[in-house]
């Protein structure tokens, strides 16, 4: 079975720029979270998406937004880029549901690696 | 708050073991593993639900004191392959995610 898979793998952009990087969960899974990684950091929470519902939103500005189709990928779309938005973006899915959080394990895609100039 | 793990740093030679912590100043209701290797994604390793549970797989184990708000994964006989940067998990409020501070694991031949 085909593992999270997300789109593009690489992308350079330039500050004030916007970008949308993609997110295929594994079949079955209706849960998406996407993850900023800075560079030897651990994986900062952006977003959660549960059948195209946002559940839960980390600390980041209102220049980062996402949404959840019906086939349950995901989109996250950030506008007008700053140089510290470079990074790895991870997206991760899980099964979903009731307490879906607590006691599922995310599976996480290979990220897409942004890099602003 | 972030969960912060120590040590930061391991090296160890193979065979030999290792302790990581997570500590929590906020009550944990769950705790998730993780592995990454360097320019790869996270791979989960474990979650522990209940308080002073223990899971185990293969060499690898981990325990939760939901009363300290601490876990801790054990590594028996380490491998080369255990190398990685293994981080906690937990959920605050109900569905926001906080990965713990990492910790850096190199095993030696």
């Not at chain 1, 195209?52 to 949404?67: I, L, V």
């Not at chain 2, 690898?60 to 801790?72: D, G, L, P, T």
Request: aromatic share 10%; charged share 15%.
């Amino acid at each position: 079975d085909a593992g999270v898979t997300q789109s593009p793998t690489h992308l350079i952009k330039t500050r004030g720029q916007h970008v949308t990087l993609r997110c295929s969960p594994i079949s079955g899974h209706k849960s998406v979270s996407w993850y900023q990684q800075v560079l030897g950091q651990g994986p900062q929470f952006i977003f959660q998406y549960y059948e195209k519902e946002e559940r839960g939103r980390g600390n980041f500005p209102d220049r980062f937004s996402a949404r959840q189709f019906p086939n349950y990928s995901s989109e996250l779309n950030v506008n007008a880029l700053l140089l510290g938005d470079s990074a790895l973006y991870l997206c991760a899915s899980s099964l979903g549901g009731t307490g879906q959080n607590l006691g599922q394990p995310q599976h996480f895609g290979d990220g897409t690696r942004l890099s602003i100039l | 708050q972030q969960p912060v793990q120590s040590p930061q740093a391991v090296i160890l030679r193979e065979g030999e073991d290792a302790v990581i912590n997570c500590s929590s100043s906020k009550a944990l209701y769950s705790v998730h593993w993780y592995r990454q290797k360097h320019g790869e994604a996270p791979v989960f390793l474990m979650i522990l639900l209940k308080g002073g549970e223990q899971k185990g797989h293969e060499k690898i184990s981990a325990s939760f004191n939901e009363k300290k708000q601490q876990s801790s994964l054990y590594l028996t006989a380490s491998q080369l392959s255990y190398s990685g940067t293994y981080f906690c998990g937990t959920v605050s409020g109900t569905y926001k995610y906080i990965f713990g501070t990492g910790t850096r694991l190199k095993v030696l031949a």
